[in-house]
C-alpha cells in the first residue's frame, strides 16, 4: 500500500515529517480546546470567580500574544498561526459562557453566540483563512436559531399562516451569500466549501417556504397572505437564477452550488404540480403525474451539469462510474422520489398485506434491481472496447483533440442512452434498497433471532455481489453491517454472557439510554477492521476498487455506533481487568487499534522512516489512545485519520477530523466520567500530540529549512493591520466580556430583592455544564390566568425577599415605579404567549442534581431598568441553598440529622450575601469553600467511578433516585 505518491518525494523522506506534523498540530488543538470546555461546564466553584474569570482571560490573551509571535516570524498562512487563532476563538467563546455561567444569565442564550460571532470579525478579517470564516457563519447560524426559537424575528415581522419561519433563516445566509461571492477574495473568505454551504444554508430555506406556502394557499384561498409569499417567492428565483447563471459559464463552473440550486427548484415545482392536479381527487394520478414531472426535471439537470462538466474538463463521462458525484445525487434524488411514489401507488393497491407478502414483494423487487443493473452494466461493456482504444493513445494527443472537438462545438458523445440510461439505473438501486427492507422486514418477523437477521446478511451480499453500482454496493455492505452487528450482539450477550434472548440486551439499552455508559463489545472493533483490509485492498496495489463501496459502508456504521458507548478512564483500567478479564481486553483492543494502524502507516510510507521513529509515534499514538480510552469514539477517529495519511485520501482525513469532533461532543455529554476529569484527560492528550508535533516540525526544519514562502508570510504579517487586527480584536473582547462583569457586579450591589416561585428541570449546556432549567409560576399568570399581558411592557412586583412576589400590574412603560417596586420586562414569543425576561437557568458543579431538584423559589437582584440577575435559590422551607451544594453544619459534632440551619453562601457571581430574616440566627462556624467544594468533587469523581467500573462489566446499576 503506497502513502504517498512518488512525485511527492523530492528529498530524503522529509514530506512525511510536515503531514504528520501538521495532523498533530491539529489534533492538539483539538483536544485542548476540548478540555478547556470541560474544565470550564465543571464549575469549579473552590477557584472562585474571580480566579476562574481572570485565569481565563489571561489564557486567551497568551493565545493571542502566540499568535502574533507567530504571525511576525513566519506568517499568517501557515499551521500554528490557524490552530492558535482557532483555539483563541474557542477561548472567546469560554470568556462569554463563564460570565454567563457566573452571573446565572440563562443557558445557550443567542445573545452569547451572536456576541461571539460578533468578536470573531476583527480576527478573521485579519487573518484571512477560509477556516475561520467557517467557523464564524456556524457560530451565527446557531445565534440566529436560537435568536427565531425565542420568538424574535426580522422587523418585528410576526408569522404569517402556514409560514415555516425558515425564510428568517435564508435571508441572513443570503446576504452573507452575496458579501462572500462579491468581496471574499479580499478579506480570505475564498473557496468553494463556504459558497457551497451559504448557498445550501440560503436557497433550501427559502425553497422550503415557498412550497409549503404555495400549498397553504391553495388550502386556505383567500384567508392567506399574498403578498409575503409573492415577496419570498420572488427572492428565491432572482437568487436561483443569478447562481445558476452565474456557475453555469465555464470559467466560474460549480457542479455543486448547481444541484444544490436544482433540487431547491425540484422540490419547488413538486408543490405548483401537487397544487395543480389536488383537486382532482385520485391520488393514484397525483403520484403519477409527480414521478414524471421528476424523472423530466432530473434527467435535465444531470444532462446540463453532465455538458458543463465536459466543458471544463474536455472529456466526457463515458460510463456511470465516470459521472461526477453532484450529477449522481441529483439523479439519485430524482430516482428515489420516483420509487417512493411507485411504492405508494403498490401500497394503496393492497400488495402487501402480511409478513410473507412483505418476504415475496422484497425478492421481486432485488431481482427487478438486480436485472435492472446488469442490463445497464452490459450496455457499458459494450463499449468497452472503444473506450480501451482511446485509453491506450498518447494521453497528450488525445487531450488536445478533445479540447479541440470542444472549443469547435463538437463535443464529445455522452454515455449512450443518456441521462435516462443513468436514471433507469437510479431507480434499479432505489429498488433493490426497497426490495432489501421489504425482505428484512419478512424475514426478521418470521423467523427467531436471529436467523432473520442472517437471512438478511446473506441477501445483502449476495445484492452486493450482483449489483454493479457504487451507490447499490454502499446501501447493500450498510446491510450487512447492521446485520453482522447485531449477530454479534446476540452471540456476546446471549450466548456467551447468558442472556435470555435479544430483546432482553434491547430493553437493556433502552433502560439506560444514552445518557449512561454502554459496555464496549467487539463488534464495532470488528467492523473497523474489516474496513481497515477493505480500504488497503482497495486502495493497495491489487486495487480491489469493488471493495470500495463495502468499506466506506463499514467504516461508516463504525463510527456511528460507536457513539453513546463508553469505557472506564486509564486508571480504573486495572481493577477492571482485575474485576473481568473479557471487558478488560475488549477495551486493550480498542486502545491498541490506533497504534497499530499507525505503525502499519509508517512502514507503508515510500521513505520509511527510521526505526526509532516509527517506534516512537506508534508508542505515542498509543499514549494518546489510553489517555482518551473512557472516549472510544475519539479513538474510531484517530484511525480514520491515520488511513487518511495511508492511502493518500484528504477526504478520509477530513472524514476522521469531523468524526473526532462529533466524538468528542458526544463524550462531553456522557455521564460515565465526570467533567473534571474528562478535562483532565483531554489536557494530557492534547500536550501529547502538541508535543508530537513540535518535536516533527523541528526535525523538519533542521533538515531542509525554512520554506522560501515564509519570508514573503513573514513581511505580509509585519504590516502594521495585521497587528493593529490581531490587538484590536482582543481588546475588543476583553472590554465586552469585563463589561458584562461591571454590569452584573453592579446590579447584584445595588439591585432590589424578588423572589419568584420556579418550576425546576434538568439538562446540559454546552460551554456552561449542568444546569436547572427554571421556568416561573407568574408565567402561567401572563398566560392563564387574570393578568393577561395585552401588549409588550413591564410586570410590576413587590420588591423584597420575605415571601415569594406577585404581579401587582401590568404597564407599558416603565414609569410609574414606586421605591418597593420591582419592574421585570415582558417578551412575546412567536406564538402570543408573553413571559417575564428572566433567566432561563441556574449552573451548578456537575454532580449536584440531587442537592438542586428540591428548589422551589429564585432570589434576584433587579436595577430600576428592569435587568435581573439570579442570586441564589431556595427550597421548599425558604431556605437558602448554597452554591457549592454542601450543606454547612449548624454547630460542630452535632448529630447530622438535627434540622439544617444554612446561612446565605455567596452564589457563583454573588457579590454581598442576601440579609438574613429577622429572628435567624446567628452564622454558624463553616468549613472553607474549597474544603468543601474539594470534599464534594472527590466524593463525586469516586461514585462515577465505580459507576464507570461497574457499567464497563455490563452489570450497571440503577441511578440513584432524585428528589422531586
Known amino acids: 500500500m503506497q502513502a504517498i505518491s512518488q512525485d511527492e518525494i523530492d528529498t ?123 467557523f464564524s457563519l456556524v457560530i451565527m447560524n446557531f445565534a440566529l436559531v436560537l435568536w427565531l426559537g425565542t420568538g424574535n424575528s426580522f422587523l418585528a415581522i410576526p408569522y404569517f399562516r402556514g409560514s415555516l419561519g425558515s425564510w428568517q433563516l435564508a435571508l441572513p445566509n443570503l446576504i452573507c451569500l452575496a458579501l462572500w461571492h462579491f468581496y471574499g477574495e479580499r478579506f480570505g473568505a475564498r473557496g468553494k466549501a463556504g459558497m457551497r454551504l451559504l448557498t445550501a444554508l440560503a436557497l433550501w430555506p427559502l425553497a422550503m417556504e415557498v412550497g409549503m406556502g404555495i400549498v397553504q394557499a391553495h388550502s386556505y384561498g383567500h384567508e392567506y397572505p399574498l403578498v409575503p409569499l409573492a415577496i419570498l417567492t420572488g427572492l428565491w428565483l432572482l437568487a436561483s437564477v443569478w447562481l445558476w447563471r452565474r456557475f453555469s459559464r465555464v470559467a466560474q463552473a460549480d457542479l455543486w452550488v448547481l444541484a444544490i440550486v436544482a433540487l431547491g427548484a425540484i422540490g419547488v415545482s413538486l408543490a405548483v404540480v401537487q397544487t395543480l392536479v389536488s383537486d382532482s381527487g385520485s391520488l393514484e394520478a397525483t403520484l403519477s403525474l409527480l414521478s414524471i414531472v421528476v424523472v423530466v426535471e432530473a434527467a435535465w439537470v444531470a444532462w446540463r451539469l453532465l455538458r458543463l462538466h465536459e466543458a471544463v474538463t ?105 441521462q435516462m440510461g443513468n436514471m433507469v439505473e437510479q431507480v434499479g438501486v432505489a429498488a433493490g434498497v426497497v426490495g432489501m427492507g421489504f425482505f428484512g422486514f419478512g424475514l426478521i418477523m418470521l423467523l427467531p433471532d436471529p436467523y432473520g437477521y442472517v437471512g438478511l446478511g446473506l441477501a445483502a451480499c449476495a445484492l452486493y455481489a450482483a449489483g454493479t453500482g457504487r451507490i447499490i454496493r454502499f446501501l447493500a455492505a450498510l446491510m450487512q453491517a447492521g446485520c453482522l452487528m447485531v449477530v454479534i450482539q446476540w452471540l456476546f450477550w446471549v450466548q ?314 401590568l404597564q407599558p412603560a416603565a414609569q410609574p415605579q414606586a421605591e418597593d417596586e420591582v419592574l421585570i420586562p415582558l417578551r412575546r414569543s412567536q406564538w402570543d404567549s408573553t413571559s417575564l425576561v428572566l433567566t432561563g437557568a441556574y449552573f451548578f458543579a456537575e454532580g449536584l442534581e440531587p442537592y438542586f431538584s428540591p428548589a422551589r423559589y429564585g432570589e434576584f437582584r433587579v436595577d430600576d431598568s428592569g435587568r435581573s440577575v439570579l442570586l441564589q435559590l431556595r427550597d421548599a422551607e425558604m431556605q437558602p441553598m448554597s452554591a457549592a451544594g454542601v450543606s454547612q453544619p449548624a454547630k460542630a459534632g452535632e448529630a447530622a440529622q438535627e434540622k439544617r440551619q444554612t446561612p446565605v453562601i455567596e452564589a457563583p457571581g454573588v457579590a454581598d450575601p442576601a440579609p438574613q430574616a429577622a429572628g435567624a440566627q446567628a452564622e454558624p462556624p463553616a468549613q472553607s469553600a474549597v474544603a468543601a467544594d474539594a470534599n464534594a468533587a472527590a466524593r463525586i469523581a469516586t461514585e462515577n467511578a465505580q459507576r464507570a467500573a461497574q457499567a464497563a462489566t455490563g452489570s450497571v446499576p440503577a441511578p440513584p433516585a432524585q428528589e422531586n
Not at 323 to 333: A, E, H, T, Y
Not at 564 to 590: E, K, N, W
Open 12 to 134: 530524503a523522506g522529509w514530506n512525511w515529517q510536515k503531514l504528520l506534523s501538521s495532523q498533530a498540530l491539529w489534533l492538539g488543538a483539538i483536544l485542548l480546546s476540548s478540555g478547556l470546555i470541560c474544565l470550564l461546564a465543571a464549575n469549579w466553584t473552590s477557584l472562585g470567580k474571580w480566579t476562574r474569570l481572570i485565569g481565563l482571560q489571561v489564557l486567551l490573551i497568551a493565545t493571542v500574544g502566540l499568535a502574533f509571535w507567530d504571525a511576525r516570524r513566519r506568517g499568517t498562512q501557515g499551521n500554528l498561526f490557524l490552530a492558535l487563532l482557532m483555539l483563541a476563538a474557542i477561548g472567546i467563546g469560554a470568556l462569554l459562557g463563564l460570565v454567563g455561567q457566573t452571573y446565572q444569565t440563562g443557558a445557550q442564550s443567542w445573545q452569547l453566540f451572536a456576541w461571539w460571532a460578533l468578536l470573531l470579525l476583527p480576527w478573521a478579517l485579519t487573518a484571512r483563512r477560509p477556516g475561520l470564516w467557517l
Open 314 to 418: 474536455g472529456r466526457a463521462a463515458r460510463v456511470s462510474e465516470e459521472m461526477p458525484l453532484s450529477v449522481q445525487i441529483v439523479l439519485g434524488f430524482g430516482a428515489w422520489l420516483v420509487t417512493l411514489f411507485g411504492l405508494g401507488l403498490l401500497l394503496l393497491m393492497g400488495i402487501v398485506e402480511s409478513e410473507e407478502g412483505a418476504l415475496v414483494f422484497g425478492i421481486i423487487l432485488m431481482l427487478i434491481s438486480v436485472v435492472i443493473l446488469r442490463l445497464r452494466q452490459a450496455g457499458e461493456k459494450a463499449r468497452a472496447p472503444a473506450i480501451a482504444s482511446g485509453a491506450a493513445s498518447d494521453a497528450a494527443t488525445d487531450a488536445a483533440t478533445e479540447a479541440a472537438q470542444a472549443a469547435a462545438g463538437n463535443r464529445p458523445p455522452l454515455a449512450r442512452g443518456g
Open 496 to 809: 456467551i454472557q447468558g442472556t435470555d434472548s435479544l430483546g432482553d440486551l434491547i430493553w437493556w439499552n433502552m433502560e439506560h439510554g444514552w445518557s449512561n455508559l454502554m459496555p464496549l463489545a467487539p463488534d464495532v472493533w470488528l467492523l473497523t477492521v474489516g474496513a481497515l483490509l477493505a480500504f488497503v485492498l482497495a486502495y493497495g496495489t491489487r486495487r480491489l476498487s469493488w471493495l470500495l463501496p463495502g468499506a466506506l459502508a463499514w467504516m461508516l456504521v463504525a463510527q456511528i455506533a460507536i457513539f453513546g458507548m463508553g469505557s472506564v478512564t486509564l486508571q480504573h483500567l486495572p481493577a477492571l481487568l482485575g474485576r473481568d478479564v473479557l471487558f478488560g481486553c475488549i477495551t486493550l483492543l480498542y486502545a491498541v487499534l490506533p497504534a497499530a494502524v499507525a505503525l502499519m502507516v509508517l512502514r507503508s510510507l515510500p521513505q520509511r522512516p527510521s526505526q526509532a521513529w516509527r517506534a516512537g509515534l506508534t508508542l505515542m499514538t498509543l499514549a494518546i489512545s489510553l489517555v482518551c480510552l473512557s472516549a472510544p469514539a475519539v479513538l474510531i477517529a484517530l484511525i480514520w485519520v491515520w488511513l487518511g495519511i495511508a492511502v493518500q485520501r484528504r477526504w478520509l482525513r477530513v472524514f476522521g477530523t469531523l468524526a473526532l469532533l462529533l466524538g468528542l461532543f458526544d463524550y462531553y455529554y456522557g455521564l460515565h466520567v465526570s467533567l473534571l476529569e474528562k478535562a483532565q484527560w483531554l489536557v494530557v492528550g492534547g500536550c501529547l500530540a502538541l508535543g508530537v508535533a513540535f518535536v516533527l516540525q523541528r526535525s523538519f526544519r533542521r533538515n531542509n529549512g525554512a520554506p522560501a514562502e515564509d519570508a514573503a508570510g513573514r513581511l505580509a504579517a509585519g504590516s502594521r493591520g495585521v497587528q493593529a487586527g490581531l490587538a484590536g480584536g482582543l481588546l475588543a473582547v476583553l472590554l465586552v466580556a469585563n463589561a458584562g462583569v461591571m454590569r452584573y457586579e453592579s446590579i447584584l450591589a445595588h439591585g432590589k430583592p424578588l423572589l419568584l416561585e420556579l418550576a425546576p428541570l434538568d439538562p446540559r449546556a454546552l460551554l456552561q455544564g449542568d444546569y436547572m432549567e427554571l421556568a416561573y409560576a407568574e408565567d402561567r399568570a401572563l398566560r392563564w390566568g387574570d393578568k393577561e399581558a395585552d401588549t409588550m411592557g413591564y410586570a410590576v412586583f413587590a420588591a423584597g425577599a420575605e415571601r415569594p412576589a406577585q404581579i401587582l400590574r
